[in-house]
Nanobody, 117 residues
Framework: VQLAESGGGLVQPGGSLRLSCEASGRFSRIHEMSWYRQASGEQRALVADITSGGGTYVSDPVQGRFTISRDAAKNTVFLQMNNLVPEDTAVYYC????????????WGQGTQVTVSL
């Protein structure tokens, strides 16, 4: 399974970005799609995830500003990021857990989000 991420970039504080991640390849079904982020010098941390049933989780630091959604027919997950602050600067990684005679996971290559004047 391969993941194609897009949508990162440079944005001013208060701005918005939308990240996309499309999964392709061989799998029976997708179990869960998630976004993580890793700031310089810090550990990778979960930002938000969405299950195959549509249930969502958004972490406290971004609650009320970020929204996760998906297009199940296109195996694509989105992260809408509003009211961005400099502390949101990080590399954002897509993670997909999928089933194919077992449960597996794969990571995207990461997309840089920089929030700065």
């Amino acid at each position: 399974v391969q993941l194609a991420e897009s949508g990162g970039g440079l944005v001013q504080p208060g701005g918005s970005l939308r990240l996309s991640c499309e999964a392709s390849g061989r799998f029976s079904r997708i179990h869960e799609m998630s976004w993580y982020r890793q700031a310089s010098g810090e550990q990778r941390a979960l930002v938000a995830d969405i299950t195959s049933g549509g249930g969502t989780y958004v972490s406290d630091p971004v609650q009320g500003r970020f929204t996760i959604s998906r297009d199940a027919a296109k195996n694509t997950v989105f992260l809408q990021m509003n009211n961005l602050v400099p502390e949101d600067t990080a590399v954002y990684y897509c993670n997909v857990k999928y089933r194919l005679n077992g449960l597996y996971e794969t990571w995207g290559q990461g997309t840089q989000v920089t929030v700065s004047l």
